[in-house]
């Protein structure tokens, strides 16, 4: 408990004095026998033991034969400033002193930076200021007592043992505290633990406060017994303790330090304090040897510890310095052996009591033995780092049930923990977390969506396996040899593919995870699987509707030129053709006449039932496949996707611990560019999807013979497009995020498809096989080549046009009827004329003349004035017949179409 301001120690120098005979010795030394500024006096119980030990020495006979040990002390009262004085009476006042032995860390800094100048070697026994392991500023001096950073390396050791990666060290604001504290913070950095560091003065309710905003769990507290009771009262009320947290304390502080003394006004009652401390732990340099070996006095620690308190004869709780006494004892045995080396290893001509305060080399040799230090003392063994630090095994102890229990020891020397596996904890399990332990939970896809999936899955690429069977065993039949089975091949692999991408598409899911090293391969596979699906499955309907369209197209463009040669050739007529080859066809068809239709039908059907090769569709599929392997390539080889997580707002478990908190993170294939590459994969579908559509519309009633599923094709086309164009925005819009709403879209758009496509495309093949037997088949293929290969809307046309033509037919016939009567009555007319040809001229002269000069002049538009006209002038012996005449459209239409001609 030797801590620099407050207390008065003892420090004293030894004097060597050297007599022919007998042995005399001279001690020289003050002691702090009265207690200083507030603290108790170290020097009560060290004075004692360092006489003790010069008893001790000075009977060996084994140790510095021929002289003898005398101290001269003083009572420094731990003042810097008093010292100073005491050190000049050391100096000037004879007899030359070898070495000095100084107490508490204040004074021990002042001598040990003078001491030097005097070539003198400083001995501490009470210096435990890690400030004072600083071999520039204080060349000379050893100590005893070890530092207080000497329990650094035990805590962080205790730390990893605990798998502890983060601290918080609470300190008060004091030279040795925050020097500890730095040197803590410097092992723990290159451990790799976090600190965090919270210091006060005096009140530590707001460091306290801080302690719990910044939910600190282990902490190391650094302070005086007084302030150690507040900082526990404070943990009681801000419930800083329990199974959460764990406090490291100073192991110096006296058993029973807890309990809280009435004149300290603590708002905590002993039970609260007790319930507070409860499962702390200390760390403490070991003062005393606790083995039974016997030190190089003879003594166990035990030993010496019972001779002192005899030495007393009372309690020695009460006696100052009273743990640090086997350190002062200790002392007076290293520099006795210090001299004992000195001796032995000096030139023959000098001896240790030629020593002067400007003597090289006696000072030396005594340094580089004091170095050597090495002997097992009572404090244990006492030996000396090279900053003149006293190594020693620290002492962990855990308070259990208000009692102390020792834990084990760590030797820094040898970095070694001896641990007895005896701590407990008030959680009954192990270690409590260094914080709030947050768990990382993969947002998976939740088995109610996984394995439904997987179960329509398995049985789609099932039904394709056994489709393909099927139609391989059936493949003579027409309705498959007509439907370009090669193509709906690729179909099944691409609906295979399809299907099997959701196996991946869906992990992780709730019982199958992914280790973090697979996942860019997931990704790769994912993305590729289903884009070569997609693009075998699509691609092959969209092949054959594309070939669809293009032998509708050259049908178009024979059957134009050949209406070219029927009709005018019309500039407009040109650009109609130009139209109508690009639209389509149905504005042709719907131009020629109905006579025409049957020659047009059956050479567009000798167009049309061509077979086709197999390999136009993989041409097309081939070329679909190399824009994607490009697109992949490109893709993997510049941006390649990896593992991204997107962490959500942490959220506590309800039947958890509630030091656990669950952060859920989304793993999420990612390239750097990612909106680049799905809009140019997704613009290119997208592109091709209404591609598609189009040309399934406008190829919706054409039918070839040997792509007898078109219409189906295309059916599936629509609802493949429909059904992505809209889950695609939906996926990557809207429901961002949600693993199992997204993979449930994308699974049910995956299924439908699919299924739907299969369906179309194979199922009225397969009931066909079923219900037709193959000779039925074969009749009706034989019977049925012209109209059969009609399509319905085909069929209606022809009907319709048949019926116009009908029509059209008997209007004709009543127009030649009406002809035939007009020319009957102008023969009639004519015949009259002969006989009253004087008659006519004098009733319609001018008329006439009229009649001509219109006749001469008439032009289409002027039709319907020349009709009454003519009229007029037949009307001469029928006058009732203008009116009846004029309303008749045929019949003036014709006759105009007669005089026109
Ligand atoms: C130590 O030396 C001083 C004189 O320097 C003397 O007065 C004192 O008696 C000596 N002590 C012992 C125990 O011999
Ligand atoms: C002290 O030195 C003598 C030789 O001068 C040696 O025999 C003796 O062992 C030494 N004592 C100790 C304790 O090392
Ligand atoms: C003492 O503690 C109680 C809670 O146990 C608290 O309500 C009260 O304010 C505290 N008093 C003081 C003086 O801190
Ligand atoms: C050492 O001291 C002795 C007597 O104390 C003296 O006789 C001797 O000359 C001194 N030696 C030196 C080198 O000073
Ligand atoms: C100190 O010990 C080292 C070896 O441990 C030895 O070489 C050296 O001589 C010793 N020095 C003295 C002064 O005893």
């Known amino acids: 408990m030797f801590v620099s301001t407050s207390w008065l ?102 001598i040990a930076e003078a001491a030097p100048v005097w070539k003198l070697v400083v001995l501490s026994y009470g210096g435990s200021s890690p400030a004072l392991s600083n071999r ?31 601290f918080t060290i609470l300190m008060s604001v004091e030279e040795v505290f925050v020097t500890t504290a730095k040197d803590l913070e410097a092992i723990a950095r290159k451990k790799g633990i976090r600190v965090d ?73 002993a039970e609260q304090m007790a319930a507070a401390a409860e499962y702390h732990f200390t760390t403490e340099s070991v003062m005393l040897s606790r083995d039974n070996l016997p030190a190089i006095s003879d003594m166990t620690g035990m030993q010496f510890q019972e001779r002192l308190t005899r030495h007393f004869q009372k309690e020695t709780a009460n006696v100052g310095g009273f743990p640090e006494a086997p350190l002062a004892y200790d002392a007076v045995w290293a520099l006795a052996l210090a001299f004992n080396c000195t001796r032995n290893n000096l030139p023959s001509h000098i001896r240790l009591e030629n020593f002067s305060y400007d003597n090289k080399i006696i000072a030396d040799t005594l340094f580089q033995c004091v170095k050597n230090t090495s002997f097992r003392g009572v404090s244990g063994k006492v030996m000396f780092s090279d900053s003149g630090d006293r190594i020693a095994r620290t002492q962990i102890e855990q308070m259990q049930g208000g009692k102390y229990k020792i834990m084990g020891y760590y030797d820094t020397t040898s970095g070694e923990l001896e641990w007895y596996n005896k701590e407990q904890w008030l959680n009954g399990r192990g270690p409590p977390p260094d914080s709030t332990v947050i768990k990382k939970h993969a947002m998976t896809v939740s088995n109610e969506f996984y394995y439904p999936t997987i179960f329509f899955s398995v049985l789609g690429i099932l039904a394709c396996i056994l489709i393909y069977i099927f139609t391989q065993k059936h493949r003579e039949r027409l309705v498959i040899f007509q439907s370009q089975p090669e193509c709906n091949n690729i179909l099944l692999i691409g609906c295979s593919l399809c ?96 006579q025409a ?159 739907i496509s299969v369906g179309l495309i194979y199922g009225p093949k397969i009931r066909h096989i079923i219900k037709v037997p193959p000779s039925a088949d074969e009749v009706q293929q034989n019977g049925n080549t012209g109209p059969a290969v009609m399509s319905k809307v085909d069929q209606k046309r022809y009907d319709m046009l048949r019926k116009e033509n009908e029509t059209l037919q008997k209007q004709i016939e009543e127009k030649e009827r009406k002809i035939h009567e007009c020319r009957e009555r102008l023969e009639q007319l004519t015949m009259n004329s002969e006989t009253e040809d004087m008659n006519a001229q004098l009733l319609s002269g001018s008329n006439k003349q009229l009649a001509e000069d219109n006749m001469t002049y008439s032009t289409a538009t002027t039709l319907t004035t020349t009709i009454p006209l003519i009229d007029l002038q037949l009307n001469g012996t029928h006058p009732g017949q203008i009116y009846e005449n004029d309303n008749d459209d045929d019949c003036s239409s014709t006759s105009s179409d007669e005089i026109l001609l």
């Open 597 to 755: 239709y049957g020659a047009l039908l059956e050479k567009r059907n000798t167009v049309l039932n061509q077979p086709i090769s197999p390999t136009k569709f993989y041409v097309i599929v081939a070329a679909l496949t190399v824009v994607d392997i490009f697109v992949c390539f490109v893709w993997i080889l510049i941006d390649p996707l990896h593992l991204t997580e997107q962490k959500f707002p942490l959220f506590t478990p309800a039947d958890s611990e509630e030091d656990e908190m669950i952060m859920p993170v989304l793993q999420q294939c990612q390239s750097n560019q990612q909106e680049v590459w799905i809009g140019i994969i997704m613009g290119f579908k997208c592109l091709l999807l209404v591609f598609g559509t189009f040309l399934s519309y406008e190829t919706r009633n054409l039918k070839l013979r040997f792509i007898n599923d078109s219409r189906f094709v295309g059916l599936a086309i629509y609802n493949v497009a429909v059904m992505t164009l809209v889950t695609a925005p939906v996926v990557t819009l809207l429901i961002h995020g949600k693993v199992d709403a997204n993979f449930a879209f994308i699974s049910l758009t995956v299924l439908i498809c699919t299924y």
């Open 136 to 166: 520039n500023r204080f060349p000379t001096l050893f100590r005893t007592h070890p530092s207080a950073n000497m329990q650094n390396p035990t805590r962080i050791h205790i730390m990893e043992k605990f798998k502890w990666k983060r």
């Open 499 to 594: 299907l099997f991408s959701l196996f991946l598409i869906g992990l992780p899911s709730d019982d199958i995870s992914v280790p973090e090293s697979l996942f860019p391969f997931l990704c790769h596979a994912r993305v590729t699987i289903l884009l070569f699906g997609f693009t075998f499955a699509y691609g092959s309907m969209f092949a054959k509707v594309w070939i669809v369209h293009r032998m509708g197209a050259t049908e178009n463009q024979q059957l134009a030129s050949r209406q070219k040669d029927e009709e005018e050739n019309t500039p407009w007529e040109g650009i109609r053709t130009l139209i109508s080859t690009m639209v389509g066809r149905q504005a042709l068809m719907r131009k020629s006449s109905g």
């Open 197 to 269: 560091r919270q210091s006060f003065y005096g009140d530590p309710t707001d460091a306290m406060k801080t302690l719990q905003r910044q939910d600190a769990r282990i902490i190391v507290g650094l302070f005086y017994v007084t302030e150690a009771r507040k900082v526990l009262c404070q943990a009681y009320h801000h419930g800083l303790y329990g199974r959460r947290y764990v406090w490291f304390f100073i192991g110096w502080y006296a058993d029973t330090w807890y309990y809280p003394p009435p004149e300290e006004h603590l708002n905590c009652t």
């Open 9 to 110: 120690l003892l420090w004293g120098s030894i004097v060597w004095a050297a007599t022919a005979e007998p042995v005399t010795l001279h001690i020289g030394g003050t002691f702090p026998m009265e207690s200083g500024s507030g603290g108790w006096a170290g020097g009560e119980a060290c004075l004692p033991a360092v006489q003790m030990a010069l008893e001790d020495v000075n009977n060996r006979l084994d140790i510095l034969p021929g002289y003898v040990l005398n101290m001269t002390n003083h009572n420094s009262q731990c003042q810097p400033g008093l010292a100073m004085q005491q050190l000049y009476d050391f100096l000037y006042k004879p007899p030359t002193k070898l070495m000095l032995l100084t107490g508490c860390s204040p004074v021990t800094t002042v």
